[in-house]
């Protein structure tokens, strides 16, 4: 949601003072309430550094890579397409992004979304849409907009798989869904795509949402983002926490080739959030109440993710109700 508003001290006395006190209750009094007022911690803003070095991508990524060694990464497109994420709403805590638009416009309140419907397709509701490169070869985006990230490494003979940690989101849910129009987005490694959810299938956004109009039909690791309050992405959807597994060549060289690019055309941004250190060759304990393996969501909670309480907001209510304890406390001595 960006930067979150707080109240100061002095505005949280002046808005106490405004309130109608019993008799008794001071200045000094609304003061001391203002200034308890502030336990209340705010939520750390969830942010993304426009980031394309490989060496900086790669060393927020790799965890531990015993058996590994020799890596090499390439980061090809945009450079406005990579970044690196702090504090996000996945439960992560930090990590790399790649995204067919600019991965700076990402975080933020979502204040657009397209519904359930597409009702006109030259103008489709949205806040997160960025074309590269328009009109490239006679349409409008898909040269620009093919983002890559490959990572090569040799492997020697005492490790046998590669984990990560990953979310895929984007502005194309839930509208776009059963369409031609899905971006495509993959995790090859060696040549062979392991983009899969809980259920095996492949991670597109047509098998997230089958019919957009019946959020029945919606996958169990999908999170709807529709815009409101308290949202900190301008992403209308994104998947649960998903595991990447993926079986080595021993005594070679593998490549890992993360792929995320726009189809039929440039418009509504996608992204893939990598966790942080989670790339290597031991795997990653469940992201509590966010993974998809073994726990289902339920319908609800497929269409609307947990919303922030903005701690302005919180504030204020600690504030009222410190200011209730010392009016019933007035009536009792009176």
């Known amino acids: 949601m960006g930067i979150l508003p707080k109240i100061t001290t002095k505005a949280m006395v002046k808005a106490i003072s405004l309130v109608s006190a019993p008799r008794g209750i001071s200045f000094a009094a ?24 490989g060496a900086d991508l790669l060393n927020a990524l790799i965890g531990d890579t015993s ?25 992560f805590k930090d990590g790399i992004v790649l995204s067919t638009g600019k991965v700076t416009d990402i975080p933020g309140e979502n204040q657009k979304d397209g519904g359930k419907i597409v009702t006109n397709w030259q103008n489709v509701p949205n ?31 005492s490790v046998d798989k590669l984990f990560f940690q990953y ?17 495509s987005f993959e995790l090859l490694l060696n040549g062979v795509n392991l983009a899969k959810l809980s259920d095996g299938k492949t991670v597109t956004i047509n098998n997230l949402i089958p019919v957009p109009t019946d959020p029945t039909s919606y996958h169990l690791d999908f999170i709807g983002n529709p815009a409101g309050t308290g949202t900190q992405t301008k992403l209308d ?5 998903l595991g990447f597994e993926g079986i080595l060549n021993k005594n070679a060289r593998n490549t890992l080739t993360i792929n995320i690019k726009d189809i039929g055309d440039g418009y ?10 989670s790339l290597g060759t031991t795997p990653q304990a469940p992201i509590p109440n966010v993974s998809g393996n073994g726990n289902p969501s339920q319908p609800s909670e497929r269409e609307t993710p947990q919303r ?27």
């Open 30 to 53: 609304a003061q001391a309430i203002a200034i308890l007022s502030g336990i209340v911690t705010p939520t750390m803003a969830f942010t993304i550094t426009q980031n394309n070095l």
């Open 67 to 91: 058996g590994l060694s020799n890596f090499a990464i390439a980061p090809l497109g945009n450079p406005e397409a990579f970044g690196l994420f702090n504090n996000d709403p996945f439960g």
């Open 127 to 157: 806040d997160l849409s960025t074309d590269f490169v328009p009109a490239a070869k006679g349409v409008a985006g898909m040269e620009g907009d093919d983002i890559t990230l490959n990572i090569s490494f040799d492997v020697d003979s």
């Open 167 to 183: 979310v895929f989101g984007s502005e194309e849910f839930v509208e776009f869904g059963n369409s031609e129009f899905n971006d």
């Open 237 to 241: 959807g994104y998947t649960k926490v």
């Open 268 to 277: 509504l941004d996608s992204a893939v959030f990598i966790k942080g250190k």
């Open 308 to 334: 922030v309480v903005e701690p302005s907001t919180a504030a204020s209510l600690l504030g009222l109700g410190l200011l209730g304890i010392f009016s019933r406390r007035k009536r009792g001595e009176s």
